[in-house]
């Protein structure tokens, strides 16, 4: 069965810096791959996602994600994050091939310093 | 990107009662899906919202717990029975639409306490 998993359940960067924030999935297939933000209060904004072709997708609010079949990994990235970016992040891959259903990992908080 | 709006945007009710929750979009959309994300958590897919059927539950949710509607293709309603406090979540419905395979787009969601 597909699965997600984000393995760093909490992370916190100061404002300006860099971010990784990892996923790895398991899924037999090229898998369709995605990343959501959720703001506090708010429901899930698609960021970017991962059909095919370049591995490495460009996203809204200046994400970027690389897909590396070699790792089943698909981390977000942005080069400096702002005070803005603090949400909670979720990777999702599709279910199954042909299907719509998504399956989520476990989120990741972002909290930013100032 | 589809519009997707919910009522209520939050509720808090009485154990034993029953909640409706209306998911509406701006367009027509041929899936449609329920999740709910319990405190703390992340989102676990309820059922598929089926246009003049009946719904396709996931494994652990059942049509008497939580029975849906899908009366057109932009409108659904999700109704949580006879609630206890472990109901308490944000439930969230969401389509593929857009004409963009495979691209879900959520709606704000429905946060529910339930006391």
């Known amino acids: 069965a597909q699965s997600v998993t984000q393995p760093d359940i909490h992370i916190t960067v100061s404002e300006g810096a860099s971010l990784e924030l990892r996923c790895n999935y398991s899924?037999?297939?090229?898998?369709?791959l995605f990343w959501y933000v959720q703001s506090p209060g708010q429901g899930l904004q698609l960021l970017l996602k991962?059909?095919?072709?370049?591995?490495l997708v460009q996203g809204i609010k200046g994400f970027e994600a690389e897909f590396k079949r070699s790792q089943s990994s698909f981390n977000l990235r942005k080069p400096s994050v702002h005070w803005s970016d603090a949400a909670e992040y979720f990777c999702?891959?599709?279910?199954?091939?042909?299907?719509?259903?998504?399956?989520f990992g476990q989120g990741t908080r972002l909290t930013i310093n100032p | 990107s589809a519009v997707i709006s919910q009522k209520p945007s939050r509720d808090i009710c009485q154990r034993g009662t029953s909640l409706t929750i209306q998911c509406q979009v701006d367009s027509q959309v041929t899936m449609m899906f329920w999740y709910r994300q319990q405190p703390g958590q992340s989102l676990t897919l309820i059922a598929t919202?089926?246009?003049?059927?009946?719904?396709?539950?996931e494994s652990g949710f059942v049509i008497d717990k939580f029975p849906i509607s899908r009366p057109n293709l932009t409108f659904s309603t999700l109704t949580v029975s006879n609630m206890s406090p472990e109901d308490s979540s944000i439930y969230l419905c969401s389509v593929v639409g857009g004409g963009r395979h495979n691209e879900q787009f959520f709606g704000p969601g429905t946060r529910l306490t339930v006391l």
């Open positions: 919202a089926n246009q003049g059927s009946e719904a396709t539950y």
């Open positions: 991962y059909f095919s072709g370049d591995t």
């Open positions: 899924y037999g297939a090229t898998p369709y």
């Open positions: 999702a891959v599709v279910r199954g091939q042909g299907a719509q259903k998504l399956v």
